[in-house]
């Protein structure tokens, strides 16, 4: 630094200073030191940029014209903000011209301004202020001038570092998003990913790389800010409006679903790309819907081809992607929802037989067609994940939208080969294979468990709002039994997601049964009672929320992973997990890692886990509100109660004794399995901390304690009532209290105040009569020497002394009104004067009364 400062003239030794100081804040060999090892490059780095001084300094060096000095000190710079990327970032920012300086090297030789974008890219990464500066310097420009040079996305790693730099000015950054998109526009953007036309998957690494980036900057314009939510967001719609206007749909098909991209990164990248522009935009979803893939005749609708790929692909980010498109389309997408569940029609035998003969017919298959061939595989693995995929595909048909639930109830899944067969349908299909996917049926394959949250999801998303489907699930007797049975599932990870799904679904089934069905909403309360108890039901609710998997879905992000020099290699010849989100990215590791783990789409999302937070409440409130009123009233049969023929009278007075404790016993039985139940509901309440629920109890229970089993809504609807106006007059009670309450502190309040000026006032009084007692002595005085002949003092004159007597008396004569006027006062304030008048200056009466007297004795 002190060449830096003195010796600046003699470049050799700049040169060499600088160098010196490059070696010394670079660390070598990064990854490979031991664990524990200091690194002496991060030390010195750190001592470093403790002083701002010397930061500046180094910056100031990028003012000479020597392309050494500055090739270095860019060097250094980029050294430093590896070793302590805050620390450089809040110094250089701090530091006047210093980022100016910085944007100037990108328009010097090619050598200094590749080290430029290296710095700057480190500069701005998570630093909103830096961001808007460099976009305010005219940074968006220079880049995508830049990246034309260079050859777009066919060109080198300058293209790479550029796109890196646009992405970090981008991520969660509206306003410079905003000025983009009104300055130079998005056609750019789009530009980057356009294919040439006829030519092959011969992508470079390189080129792979860049497309890659690109598909970021795609992916950061279509999630907006940190908190921005498609659909409501302004900024997010018109970036989805101008980059469909460009034709970036297209675009995104080509790389994605065509055939013509061998590289699995870059296909996730673009399907997932593709869902955003869709999500929450009608027009974009439309267009969606009506594009075509391919020429005539082969054209095929490009929906179809984003669900074969979702069926077909081996790998699973490409199945997690390719779901997300059709998730994007189908939210909020009615219209969408039910075009897709219209193209779901029965199968022919000879098609049913094997899915693979569905691809090779003549008439190509819809949507929907495809759809239901793999969902009626055979029981073998590979088909059960096929059935799995589709059924994933499914619950985003069906969700929200009640008309298709009920037209996918009704709908066979293969023709008949008789009229005397019974149809097969999807209801039934769906819990078949949930039973099939259970580790007891598949004991090769113990991980197939990981398929049966899937189909749970399916089956919640179905019956949901939706009573004719809660019917379908419980028209086979055999399928609650199991689903009570899942409420038990251990011995996995799995296992907790399997029965806290299981719990969600039975749950639902509570809230939205019909009560014109055969098996109602009692009936299931009492079944998980008698077999897991109501505590347990809700526990498993509890573990499935405390999971990770849970808790990572309700907090995650639509932004895509930062692409660096690092890890875009590894990202572009990866299998395309950087496009996939952190809290899904969890769930896929917890699949296992062996060869036999299923390649099933992820369960829980966003959406999915806020609706199970706000089903729960309503799931306790309705158990409780099925034990506060009475069952249907039972006909109860009489037969056997008459007196059979021959039979004595003591023989038929013994046999009805003994009916009679038989249903007295059951009778008890039944009470006290009401209490139970009504125990746990308490207890579980009371851990949870419900307040809804512990009142739905509390109602409950004294409904039960008043009049038993035969409590009534009416009398329940009379407690809520009375209960509501106790609860009026005792807030009006506690009102008109504080009120009053309040006006006895203003009062208590004003009547000390009023005591202390009186109290003010009685000293006050009291020293006046003090200095009339002085006076009066010392007219004593001067009576004696006038009477001795004696000379008056000066201070004594009697001028002066009528003077002060004058003021004392005027000084008196204000004081006693002054006292007159607060007792009337205090008077109006219910105060007796009197006493507080008692005792105040009768010492010093007294006291006078003595004088008096010894002053007459002298006389």
């Excluded at 011969?202 to 992916?219: D, H, M, P, R, Y």
């Excluded at 009916?659 to 949870?688: F, P, V, Y």
Aim: net charge negative; aromatic share 4%.
């Amino acid at each position: 630094m002190e060449v830096f400062r003195e010796d600046r003239e003699d470049l050799e030794l700049v040169r060499g200073a600088l160098e010196t100081l490059l070696h010394a804040t670079t660390t070598e060999d990064i990854g490979q030191e031991e664990p524990g090892q200091v690194q002496p490059g991060i030390v010195n780095s750190e001592l470093f940029a403790r002083e701002s001084a010397s930061i500046a300094l180094v910056l100031s060096l990028l003012d000479e014209p020597d392309f050494y000095v500055r090739y270095h000190t860019l060097q250094i710079l980029t050294a430093l903000l590896t070793n302590c990327p805050e620390r450089l970032q809040d110094l250089i920012l701090s530091i006047p011209q210093g980022i100016t300086r910085l944007m100037d090297m990108l328009a010097e030789r090619e050598v200094i301004r590749n080290e430029a974008l290296i710095v700057l890219a480190y500069l701005t990464r998570s630093a909103e202020e830096i961001q808007k500066i460099v976009v305010f310097e005219g940074a968006l420009d220079r880049l995508f001038n830049i990246i034309r040079e260079e050859g777009g996305s066919e060109g080198g790693i300058i293209v790479q570092d550029c796109l890196e730099l646009l992405n970090n000015l981008l991520r969660n950054n509206p306003s410079n998003q905003i000025f983009l998109r009104e300055t130079l526009g998005l056609q750019c953007v789009a530009q980057l990913l356009k294919l040439r036309k006829g030519s092959a998957d011969g992508f470079t690494q390189q080129k792979s790389i860049n497309l890659l980036c690109a598909l970021e900057t795609v992916a950061l314009l279509l999630s907006g800010g940190p908190d921005a939510k498609p659909g409501k967001d302004a900024n997010i719609v018109a970036n989805q409006t101008l980059l469909a206007q460009n034709k970036l749909l297209d675009i995104l098909l080509a790389l994605s679903v065509e055939g013509r991209v061998s590289a699995v990164a870059i296909r996730c990248s673009a399907l997932r790309c593709i869902g955003d522009l869709v999500v929450g935009h009608p027009a974009n979803q439309v267009l969606l819907g009506s594009k075509m893939i391919g020429e005539e005749p082969d054209a095929e609708p490009a929906l179809h081809c984003v669900l074969r790929s979702l069926l077909k692909a081996t790998n699973l980010s490409e199945c997690i992607a390719a779901e997300y498109v059709v998730k994007c389309y189908c939210e909020g997408n009615s219209d969408g929802q039910t075009m897709l569940a219209s193209t779901i029609t029965p199968l022919p035998q000879s098609i049913a037989q094997g899915n693979d003969r569905l691809v090779d017919d003549e008439i190509r298959p819809s949507f929907g067609s495809m759809l239901v061939g793999a969902l009626i595989s055979s029981d073998g693995r590979n088909d059960l994940e096929a059935s799995c995929r589709a059924a994933s595909v499914l619950s985003h048909i069906l969700k929200n939208n009640v008309q298709c639930k009920e037209r996918v109830l009704k709908i066979p899944l293969k023709i008949p080969s008789s009229s005397a067969s019974p149809p097969e349908l999807l209801m039934p299909c769906c819990m078949k294979y949930l039973a099939a996917a259970s580790p007891t049926k598949s004991p090769n394959n113990p991980e197939t468990i990981w398929l049966q949250p899937v189909f749970l999801r399916l089956l919640v998303t179905w019956v949901a709002e939706c009573p004719p489907a809660v019917t379908a699930l419980f028209e086979q007797p055999a399928h609650l039994p199991f689903l009570i049975e899942l409420l038990g599932s251990t011995g996995s990870p799995a296992s907790v997601h399997v029965a806290g799904l299981a719990a969600v679904l039975l749950g639902t089934c509570i809230i939205f049964n019909s009560e014109e069905n055969s098996t109602d909403s009692s009936a299931v309360v009492d079944l998980i009672s008698q077999k897991v108890g109501l505590t347990n039901f809700f526990a498993k609710w509890e573990d499935m929320e405390k999971s990770s998997l849970f808790a990572s879905a309700l907090s995650s992000s639509r932004l895509p992973q930062a692409l660096t020099r690092s890890t875009a290699a590894a990202a572009a010849a990866g299998d395309g997990m950087v496009s996939v989100p952190f809290d899904q990215q969890q769930q896929v590791q917890m699949y296992g890692g062996s060869d036999k783990e299923p390649l099933v789409t992820t369960f829980y999302d966003a959406e999915f886990v806020t609706f199970l937070k706000q089903l729960e409440p309503l799931i306790k409130e309705r158990v409780v509100d099925l034990f506060s009123r009475p069952k249907a009233r039972v006909v109860v049969d009489f037969k056997g109660f008459e007196q059979k023929k021959g039979e004595s009278d003591s023989e038929y007075m013994h046999r009805l004794k003994s009916l009679l404790q038989a249903q007295a016993q059951e009778l008890q039985e039944l009470l006290e399995r009401n209490s139970a139940i009504t125990s746990d509901l308490l207890l579980h309440s009371k851990g949870d901390g419900s307040s809804q629920f512990e009142d739905g109890c509390a109602i409950a229970s004294v409904i039960r304690g008043r009049n038993g089993t035969s409590a009534n809504r009416a009398e329940v609807e009379t407690l809520k009532q009375q209960l509501e106006v106790a609860q009026q007059w005792a807030d009006a009670v506690r009102d008109e209290k504080n009120e009053i309450e309040k006006e006895y502190a203003q009062f208590r309040q004003m009547a000390a105040e009023k005591e202390n000026d009186f109290k003010g006032l009685s000293d006050a009084y009291n020293a006046l009569e003090q200095e009339n007692s002085r006076l009066e002595d010392d007219n004593i005085t001067l009576r004696k020497a006038l009477e001795g002949g004696g000379v008056v003092p000066a201070s004594l004159s009697s001028k002066e002394l009528e003077d002060e007597l004058n003021e004392l008396l005027v000084c008196l004569g204000q004081e006693e009104t002054k006292v007159e006027r607060l007792s009337a006062r205090l008077r109006e304030l219910g105060e007796d004067v009197d006493k507080l008048l008692d005792g105040i200056g009768d010492q010093d009466g007294e006291a006078d009364a003595e004088d008096d007297d010894e002053d007459e004795d002298d006389n």
